[in-house]
């Protein structure tokens, strides 16, 4: 593994979202890797993450907060944290989202407030607090979930895209601000992942995988984290896709409107 460390224990990545899915996946690899853990998420199974983790890797620090990362404070009270406990992030992974496949006037205040703070504010906050961090160390590495969906600007959605191309964009802008600094940023832009977030079940999710239309959380995570190592800006771990960016892009009006209404019936 390109980013494992010679000495075990000698850094820490802090992770959100890693209770389950593509997040823990980035856990367990960078725990493969020698990374001492920060483990970040809403729900109490970060705990039980922690622990199959610690139980695997025992002569690894493993340390978890629970936080509701869509709260505007939330930034703050992880920052805040990892500073009372003396720890120093030398890896952070902004993977924590959430997903909405509906149309904005169908969608509530609630949602729509969830989603920005989620994916944009708390990321970007993340991003300036550790980032400020790692420059004055003169090293560190932070990455950021994008998706493919940015440049799939449909029906329903519209808001989930847009925020994931903000957090491309930012990403790009801020690698290019922190790299004469020594930190390296990298926005990952997968097109599909077979976890839970979208809502499928798991033979669909299996059988996405046979077909390629979706790429394993782990074969996704290890592919970010190569990418984030390699010192790359931008990454689509299903390379595969790539070839298609240009046509999801300028798809005619008349097929959209057709996927439109084939679609409507998951929108919720």
Request: positive net charge.
């Amino acid at each position: 593994m390109g980013y494992s460390l010679k000495k075990r224990g000698s850094r820490t990545a802090l992770v959100t979202g890693a209770a389950r899915g593509l997040g823990r996946q980035y856990a367990q690899l960078l725990a493969e890797a020698g990374y001492n853990l920060v483990l970040v998420g809403r729900g109490r199974n970060i705990f039980d993450a922690a622990g199959e983790i610690g139980a695997a890797f025992p002569e690894l620090q493993l340390d978890c907060f629970l936080c509701d990362l869509s709260k505007p404070e939330a930034a703050d009270a992880v920052f805040a944290f990892t500073q009372g406990q003396g720890i120093d992030v030398d890896v952070l992974v902004n993977n924590a989202a959430i997903f909405n496949f509906c149309d904005v006037t169908a969608t509530s205040d609630e949602k729509i407030a969830t989603m920005l703070t989620l994916h944009n504010l708390t990321l970007v906050r993340l991003c300036r607090l550790y980032g400020a961090q790692m420059a004055l160390r003169g090293a560190g590495y932070i990455l950021n979930m994008s998706s493919y969906s940015i440049w799939m600007p449909f029906p329903g959605l519209s808001l989930y895209s847009a925020t994931k191309a903000f957090v491309r964009n930012f990403s790009v802008a801020f690698a290019k601000e922190l790299r004469e600094k020594g930190v390296y940023v990298t926005a990952v832009c997968p097109a599909g992942i077979a976890t839970d977030m979208y809502g499928l079940s798991k033979r669909l999710q299996n059988l996405g995988v046979k077909l390629g239309v979706l790429i394993t959380p782990r074969r996704c995570a290890h592919k970010g984290l190569k990418a984030l190592f390699r010192g790359r800006k931008l990454v689509v771990p299903d390379w595969w896709f790539k070839p298609l960016i240009p046509l999801m892009m300028h798809l005619p009006s008349c097929l959209e409107r057709f996927v439109r209404r084939k679609m409507m019936r998951f929108q919720k």
